[in-house]
């Protein structure tokens, strides 16, 4: 029954769930909101079976293209290297980068 409880919750935040085929594997696609958002639930939840996804799901945002790191910046208020690392766990390197191509310094 828990398991029914976070798939309804990444559901209601609009991502897309569903089973690969025939097997145990699951697919899911969000955007980094809605990973953050499901993050925040499983941690909140304290269930202890839960935490294995919240892990898969911070990985994930090491995988983040160029322009969705250029997306998460552009929202931010003031964008300094050091709130957009906390914020998407990216590099020194793509913060820079990004930075600079938020300012037009590219």
């Not at 250029?70 to 964008?79: D, P, V, W, Y």
Request: hydrophobic share 40%; with cysteine; aromatic share 6%.
């Amino acid at each position: 029954m828990k398991a029914y409880v976070l798939k309804a919750h990444m559901r209601q935040q609009g991502c897309e769930l569903h089973r690969i085929g025939r097997s145990r594997n699951w697919q899911l696609k969000a955007n980094f909101e809605q990973l953050q958002t499901i993050i925040t639930f499983v941690d909140a939840s304290n269930e202890p079976s839960w935490l294995w996804l919240a892990k898969i799901l911070r990985n994930e945002y090491k995988h983040l293209s160029h322009d969705e790191l250029l997306r998460i910046a552009s929202t931010l208020e003031e964008i300094t290297i050091n709130t957009l690392i906390a914020r998407s766990d990216c590099t020194i390197a793509q913060a820079r980068t990004i930075i600079d191509e938020l300012e037009g310094l590219d």
